[in-house]
């Protein structure tokens, strides 16, 4: 262990006098991943209060936009294990049922009046709320609610009850929602929806459909990102290959089920497995045996070492920054609309999937994060500076930590700075033009038709 002094930094962003801190600086190996633990954490069942740094900066600054990426909530899985029976998890919202939420029987309620809301296309034929007492492929359960509406109590606390974001008597041009067609991503952005805005006035809602799961609308032509995932795809299937243990598990698992090995690992077993063990359900049996925690750990150990080796070889990162460019773009230009004094869309909730959020997170060069889990929340503050109005400034957080110092373009601003934020005009030019210079291009579509070098 090193001992450090460090010279504490007021909230103020002045330096007092310097005292001795000590801060252990860990040169021991980190642990070995531990394939339980991690598990438990991408369920992200709710139990206890989560602590979060959202809304957090010096007294003079003002909070002047939000912008919200999150990954729908707990739900069943989207593949079933051959031969076995599927999870008896039921999908009726009961507030007396545990995990539950003081405001659980009030959104009910709530989502029964929706018919004034406005929602684009498809999505107006979706139901507001899960209501089967067997959940069907992909549905959010009621944990997948409850998650939701505890995140936007939190932000509720946060951004209403404290720094006043949107006024008791907000106009529907101060939101901008969008999610994607499924009715897991829908419920979610209504439930946290619900608990950011109490009882809050359909005819107001208005829901734009996003029918790409990147959410990159009109710029989706993109032959060079297609391209770096299908090397990515490559590359995931030669890991599998080299893992003797896990080829073990899965001729194994493949036996109790009594199916061929091959047609076992196309049904994406750890999907399953992940709602089994989530919901606290024991894996399947056959009458020649159980799918037990030690196939569970085996495959669940393989998943996160492809995470890592993802993050170490550059192609997840090549395909990511032409992934989220037109994302990117699109939150760019409106923090910039903000800064400049327009007060539309102040409030932006995108309400999306795993593939969305965890290619945004490699493209901004936030490396240590974890896969997103359900309920995974991505957020985007914009701050103006009260002594030098014309100064705006932006924190990004994931799941409630303050990750705008990890990020690329902000982490040498960090050692000269002696405000907790990155100036906006760093995200705007990564977003616009550095983006692309490993493409050796000045521009999207440019970077869209070539290698990277």
Known sequence: VHLIPVNPVREDGLNPKSRKRIMPDLLTEPPAIDPVYEAHVYCNVPTIAERSMEGH?????????????????????????????????????????????????????????????????????????????LCEMGEL???????????????????????????????????????????????????????????????????????STIFCSGSCDCPMRNHYLEEEQRRQYSLRVKNNDLEKIYVDMAK????????????????????????????????????????????????????????EKKLYFLYALLATHPLLNQTVNRLQRIAEGKKEEVFVLYSAH???????????????????????????ELWQDGKRPKEHFIRILYNGADVTFQTSFCKDHYKRSSKPMCPLEKFVNFVRRDMFLIFNSTSYYDACGRRAL
């Open 57 to 133: 900066a010096p007294h003079y600054f003002k909070l002047v936009s939000v912008q919200v990426l999150i990954r729908h909530g707990d739900r069943y899985p989207l593949y079933a294990i051959p031969k076995t029976k599927r999870p008896d998890i039921d999908c009726m919202l009961v507030p007396s049922r545990k995990p539950s939420h003081p405001q659980l029987e009030a959104f009910i309620k709530h989502m029964s009046k929706g018919s004034a809301a406005q929602m684009d296309g498809s999505l107006s034929s979706l139901p507001r709320f899960p209501s089967h007492s």
């Open 141 to 211: 359960t009621q944990t997948g609610v409850v998650q939701h509406l505890r995140n936007g109590q939190l932000l509720r606390e946060v951004y209403i009850n404290k720094h006043k974001l949107l006024p008791g008597d907000w106009a529907a041009k101060q939101l901008y929602l969008e999610t994607t067609g499924k009715s897991r991503t829908l419920q979610s952005a209504l439930a946290l929806l619900y608990t950011f805005l109490p009882d809050f006035d359909w005819k107001k809602i208005n829901v734009r459909h996003q029918w």
């Open 256 to 311: 109790i089920v009594g199916i061929p090995t091959r047609q076992l690992r196309a049904s994406n077993p750890v999907d399953s497995l992940l709602c089994y063990f989530c919901h606290n359900v024991s894996f399947p049996c056959t009458k020649t045996g159980c799918i037990g925690m030690e196939h569970f750990k085996v495959i669940k150990k393989h998943q996160l070492e492809d995470e890592r080796e993802r993050q």
């Open 354 to 380: 795993d593939v969305t959020l965890s290619p945004v997170l490699s493209a901004l060069g936030i490396t240590e994060a974890r896969f997103p889990r359900f309920a995974a929340r991505l957020v985007f």
